[in-house]
């Protein structure tokens, strides 16, 4: 019997643990249930059979409910396993979000239900030293030595918000004011150099560090997306005497190609005009646990910063970021004081904390599921398993290329796939745009795939609409490729009314 109402257990207490199991076995046989189910990698019917789906869990009543009770906890469980998108399913390759290892899904629970924080010593004893040591290895692991720091992030966009903020206090100073650093008593212009094909939080960054957007220049990058080393010198050589360069962001692991900029040449750039180098290797990560894909990241150790997910390439829950600093001594910025939480004598006896590392004060404790994750599949796991996602993208590849009516845009680096459908077998198309976005929308509200969409420059250097494949599951067979892209090419020439071709 689950107690409710204000009779609601806590889960830490026996009477808790044991309601606890009670639900746990209902949430797990809700996820049974809805695998044997759904059919595909989500529930068909599109969005607005989620929208039903949902005010049907909630049977037209509010989440403060008057009556509370077991039952509706029981019909949210079921529909949200029904309604979730099945990342094990080998047609779920629309974003980089990889199924979880199950180890790390059991420290999930167990953090939740202790629910440390990581802002005062006696929030979370272990569970700092836990994170402590977890920084210090994954710096290693980029090249840093003991004098690196870090932290554990929400996500990519915060680890490269955490990083220009870095590089804005070392241009700077420590106001971090535009309007108060200037020469000759003018104000200065800050830059930030990115690629092209940068994630928008760049930009983002820019603009919450009050340094603007405009403040980012976007170097010229080449068909696939690297930024062009000569490009990026060239523009800081022609800076104004007042337009300060505050930061280089490197992209190890476009979105779109997962491509790697030149991290050598950029990192000699940097070190010559004394620019604060921040690399954004959220999706390469992954490289670094392949022995015949780590090439891709030399320069790495050369940063100031690094920024990494280990929820798109680490088989951990998200949300699992990380940026790691080369000299913990910039982290400084983020010190704070303050005498309910960490106290001077306190410190001066051990009782630290991760206040002074982070933008938040409360934090939960991520590196439990991330150490679960890494202690149960081990280096070389993890390598086996990036080169198994690699291995079928570059089968996807070929097999695109070898497709009547697929157009391979280029080989793959890591493990996304970008192409197009085009008309074949004299079927007019009007809008070949407007085609590839209905075929992706089709699969997805049929239930039968999920896939990601872009846009590449075509042979005119207008932007197409370009579909894109990501393969984060290691467990993906060539049979399982073949089946997806069946799906394509049908659903593509039934949107055309035209008779598929032969398997």
């Known amino acids: ?133 977890l920084i210090s290895e994954m710096a290693s692991w980029v090249g840093f030595g003991p004098e690196a720091g870090g932290t554990l992030t929400p996500g990519g966009s915060i680890s490269n918000l955490m990083g220009l903020l870095f590089g804005r206090e070392r241009a700077l100073g420590s106001t971090g004011a535009v309007s108060e650093t200037g020469l000759a008593g003018r104000p200065v212009r800050p830059r930030i150099l990115c690629s092209a094909a940068a994630h928008f939080s760049v930009a983002r960054a820019a603009g919450f560090l009050g340094l603007g957007r405009s403040a980012v220049v976007k170097v010229p990058v080449d068909d696939r997306g690297r930024m062009l080393a000569d490009e990026a010198r060239r523009i800081v050589e022609g800076l104004y005497a007042d337009e300060v360069p505050v930061a280089i962001v490197a992209t190890a692991g476009t979105t779109d190609h997962g491509s790697f900029d030149p991290l050598p040449e950029l990192a000699d750039l940097a070190a010559e005009y004394g620019i604060w180098l921040h690399v954004d290797a959220a999706y390469g990560i992954g490289a670094l646990f392949s022995q015949h894909l780590a090439p891709l990241l030399d320069g790495l150790d050369r940063a100031d910063s690094v920024a990494f ?148 420059p075509g042979p005119d250097g207008s932007p197409q609409v370009h579909l894109k494949l990501v393969f984060l599951n290691p467990t993906t067979t060539d049979d399982d490729i073949d089946t997806l892209l069946t799906d394509i090419t049908t659903t593509a020439h039934t949107l055309t009314k035209a008779p598929a071709p032969p398997r």
């Open 309 to 456: 997910d280990l929820h798109k390439f680490g088989w951990v829950p998200a949300s699992s970021s990380v940026i790691v600093v080369r000299d913990r001594q910039h982290m400084e910025c983020l010190d704070e004081q303050a005498v309910y939480l960490n106290p001077s004598d306190d410190e001066a006896h051990g009782f630290t904390a991760l206040l002074g590392t982070s933008l938040q004060t409360t934090r939960r404790s991520d590196a439990l599921k991330m150490a679960a994750t890494l202690l149960t599949v081990g280096r070389a796991g993890m390598g086996e398993w990036v080169d198994a996602c690699h291995a079928r993208a570059r089968y996807a590849a070929s097999r695109i290329a070898a497709t009547e009516g697929l157009e391979l845009v280029a080989d793959p680096l890591l493990s996304t796939v970008v192409f197009r459908c085009v008309a074949a077998g004299g079927a007019p198309v009007a809008d070949e745009n407007a085609w590839n976005a209905a075929i992706r929308r089709t699969l997805m509200t049929d239930g039968r795939a999920l896939l990601a969409r872009t846009k590449i």
């Open 1 to 133: 019997m689950i107690s409710t109402g204000s009779n609601a257990a806590l889960a830490g207490r026996p009477e808790g643990l044991e309601q606890l199991r009670s639900l746990l076995d209902t949430a797990l046989g809700a996820l049974g249930d809805a695998a044997l189910k759904r059919g595909g990698p989500v529930a068909p019917g599109g969005p607005e059979a989620a929208v039903a789906a949902v005010s049907e869990a909630l049977d037209g009543g509010s989440f403060l409910a008057e009556e509370p009770g077991a039952e509706r906890v029981t019909a949210l469980f079921e529909a949200y396993a029904r309604w979730s998108v099945d990342l094990t399913h080998p047609s779920a390759v629309a974003r980089m979000q990889c199924a979880p290892t199950a180890a790390s899904a059991a420290a999930e629970l167990l953090a939740a239900t202790l629910n440390q924080s990581l802002h005062a010593w006696e929030s979370g004893p272990f569970a700092l030293e836990l994170e402590r040591r």
